[in-house]
């Protein structure tokens, strides 16, 4: 069965410090696709990058990077030099073809407190 | 990505009665989803809107007690009916990013929050 485990429920770091985000993942297929969203107060969901399981190149975009490992079902997302803006709530998600629809399952989320 | 709209934004409902949450599309997509987030926790996928057909279920939800219509490519709607306060949740659509952005990666919109009491 399809799972994603987020362990970290909550974390508070002070600002400029790095944090990562980890995320495991539990699938039977070979093609899938993982995804993290942020989610601020507000309560939108933000699209912040999808990687696909065939691509495990590591990837930058500005002070975020991601680690996708397959060896270890992982795929975690480093905050660097955090700010008080980063403060959110941060979904891991995982995707699957079923019948031509991809669904997604989605971890439990980790809420990151970044303190000025 | 597509700018998608919900209404209302957030609404106090009476234990009993029923809520139409639209979902607008500013742009044709292929697949719209409705989603429950309960305070404090993860996304639960509803149902996916099927456009010129019946909405598929996730186990647990059904279709007396969550109507969705999709007249056409662009617009969704969910209807929480007779409410009870363990209704109380954020509902979210998702649409794909059609064939420009990827089918496979779901867009959300702002959601809706409903208190139930």
Redesign the interface.
Known sequence: AQKVTQAQTEISVVEKEDVTLDCVYETRDTTYYLFWYKQPPSGELVFLIRRNSFDEQNEISGRYSWNFQKSTSSFNFTITASQVVDSAVYFCALSESTSGTYKYIFGTGTRLKVLA | ?AVISQKPSRDICQRGTSLTIQCQVDSQVT?MFWYRQQPG?????IA?ANQGSEA?YESGFVIDKFPISRPNLTFSTLTVSNMSPEDSS?Y?C?V?GGPHL??????????T?LTVL
Do not use: A, K, V
Not at chain 2, 41 to 45: A, R
């Open positions: 990505s697949m926790q993860s996304l639960t996928l996916t598929t954020i979210l998702s794909d990827g089918t496979d990666t779901q867009y959300f919109g702002p959601g929050r």
